[in-house]
């Protein structure tokens, strides 16, 4: 408390009655004993000095008669308790009380070291009096626990794992009478409700708990819904943006989208075309030119719409497939083409609302449109949606009741309105969640020095507390700091001491102690660090009394970096465990059960499949055999168009215009008006980009692609009669290799061959890419099986031609690999 504020009160004081109820640390005057250039020396104080210490204490001598934590930690009820004095007058009212007690001191329990702690603060005792004082601390001491963690997620885990052993071994303790602490709540609520709301409440580990201090801003998605919404003429309308106000419950239940279909819709949306902006006018209000349809929410729609219309298309007929200029999105079909209309709706609703908050309102309109649109895009069923969607209208019409009393008739922008309107509903009040029968989680703030059985502090890593406060240069405070004076780093050093006095049973602290990257030890809090010093100065562990180390070593547990650590299920460990019987399975080591025996598929091998063996025989191990599948997730860039083709991109696209220009070919069909059909067709869906980059691609696609159709043109004319496709199987030892052969030519001799087209680069740097060569290598055994052949393969690198083989010399080479 302020001393302007004592000061108020000592002048009420004459005319009513005041009464105080003050924490105090110690029973004695301490003071004095603060180690501070600046020394409080008081001319009247409550407290008497503790017996044997003098009342004149040399600075240099602070530390012989100091408690180092209360010296260090203290200083803010120091500064309080010396504030009190100078306006207490005990002498005129301590008759007043004859035969009851004002100070109210009651020593610790001081059976473990958690109380032999707090007992030391309580008497003053400094270093070298507890040093002889206590006993050595058993092995079997839990009062005081020290976790190190490898990331914030890591912590929680951990914490629920050793609360779950708390209540196993102490079945008279309550979730009720635990508290946990962390320097910033907000950026600690994700992993809570991650941890312990995954476990079902019918579930033996269940443990009820309550998160306090989180304004609804940051307790509730849906909250973070309406901001999006309110702040729509300022949205870009991103994919990723959109696909968030789909994660949120109550909006999914407004449109009927199933929670399962967002995947998929997500990957409709992404391949359909949908990157950014409503469409082409929206994108005009940001300054853009008017006719910027492409990668737009209604460019993608319109795609998947006509796609369902009309159903898969021919590959023969796609690039004729188009409509006024909208290429079908053909991959919508069955009973999953139902999210469609729920798309939809939601698009043209956000068009409604766009335009709707780009103009100014008054406050009598601005209700009206606020409360259509919570009921266009909310439909909760969770209670606490229900309870925050109620705190919205209420706070509406407070904002409503707030603009009548003030004559508020002028036209507001909607920026206004949401920061004015969402101001009432996330400032703090009654509806904090505190001591709600669970256990609390819950900010480090002043005032929360409740004794509670367990106290559990998170995140008391090295900077993150004391927590930082910059202060500015004008600030005169900086170099001039007086009793009474706010500072947050001392509030969190005095934070620490209430809590580590609160706690009855136990103090468990946590930190990141190992890099999740390299696994280098980090520091703790210095706070830490100078209470872990204190506790190895002052106690030993029973029969090691000599190893300074033993004790924190006792206290510490290091924790491994996953939650499935086959260590947490080590007999040999006993401090390391889990709960989580869903890791046992994966703790526990594979077994070899002797050598695999003979593949015997159920259906014919591919010619691709025999190819994937060839070129990486591991990974096709693993793929055939065991289903262990190691494609990497495509890292997408969701909310940007392509300015630039990547190679998979270009080689795609290269593929589609050869499969067009073969087509062409077969029909006898002009080669350059396929592949420009087919480029119009690419240009349609949005591959090619938007502006100039489209006919700067183009040509680098059609350039290659034409020139090798022009060489494929040439050898059908040397070999002019095309042969039917034939399907053609080979058994080995029980595998079956079976594909088809549709590129078989033959000449007017008789001669065949096989003509393969290829889209990679099968020459580099003068060097064959034999990767790429496998599979036209193995279509050619395939076809010499039959009768000798030769096959060329034709490519933009170059050409390479494969000379005939006999029959029984490329079976024979087949056999080898299928053995």
Known sequence: MPQQSLQVLAAIAPFCQVLLAVHNPCQHYWADIVSEKELLRAEQHRQSYKVGMPQNIDEEQLYVHAQPLLASWGRQGRDYIRLLDEFDETARFRNLFLNQKIDLFQP?????????????????????ESQQHWPSIKPTDQSVQFHMAHSAMREVEILHDQLLAAFEQDHSLSPREIMVMVPDIASYAPLIQAVFASVKPDDPRYIPFAIADLPPGTEQPMFKAVEQLL????????????????????????F?????????????????????????????????????????????????????????VPATEQADAGWYGIEPFTDISGLDAASIGPLYQLLAQLKHYWHLLQQTHNPERWQEIINAM???????????????????????????????????????????????????????GVQQRFLSGGITFATLLPMRAIPFRHICLLGMNDGAFPRQQPRQDFDLMRTDMRPGDRSRREDDRYLLLEALLSARDRLYISWIGHSIHDNSERAPSMLIGQLRDHLAQCW??????????????????????QPFSARYFDQAAPRLFSYQREWLAKSIPLVSAGKLSDWHPAEAISLRQLSDFVRDPVKSFFTQRLSIWFGQPEAIAENDEAFALDGLSRWQLQQQLLLSAQHALADDQPLENAVRNCLAQMQRRGALGMGAAVSLHAAQLAQPVLA???????????????QKSRAVQLQHQGLKLQDWL?????????????????????????????RHLVLPWLSHLLANTLQPCQSIVLSQAGELHFTALETVAATERLNLLLS
């Open 231 to 254: 702040a729509l003429p300022q949205s870009r309308f991103q994919l990723s943006d959109i696909l968030d106000l789909l994660e949120v419950p109550a909006v999914r239940q407004r």
């Open 540 to 561: 030993r562990l029973e029969n090691k009394r000599t190893d300074a180390d033993s004790l924190l070593t006792m206290l510490t547990t290091a924790h491994p970096l």
């Open 708 to 722: 090798l159709a022009g060489r494929l043109e040439q050898w059908q004319q040397a070999y002019p009669l095309p």
């Open 742 to 770: 549709s590129q078989l030519r033959q000449n007017s001799s008789g001669q065949q061959c096989q003509l393969l087209l290829s889209g990679s680069t099968i020459i580099k740097e003068r060097k064959y890419q034999w």
């Open 374 to 428: 919570l009921q266009d895009f909310l439909l909760p069923q969770q209670t606490d949606e229900q309870a925050l969607l109620a705190q919205l209208y209420d706070a509406l019409d407070e904002w409503h009741s707030h603009c009548q009393q003030a004559a508020l008739t002028s036209l507001l922008p909607a920026p206004i309105v949401a920061e004015s309107w969402l101001a009432l509903v996330a400032q703090p």
């Open 256 to 312: 009927a989208i199933e929670e399962t279909a967002i995947p998929l819709i997500h990957q409709w949306l992404y391949a359909a075309g949908a990157r950014w902006g409503l469409d082409s006018a929206q994108r005009h209000s940001l300054d853009l030119p008017a006719d910027l349809h492409q990668f737009s929410w209604q460019f993608a729609i319109d795609r998947m719409l006509l796609g369902f219309a009309t159903g898969p």
């Open 108 to 128: 610790p329990d001081s059976h473990h070291l958690l109380g032999m702690l707090q007992h030391d603060i309580y008497d003053l005792r400094p270093v070298h």
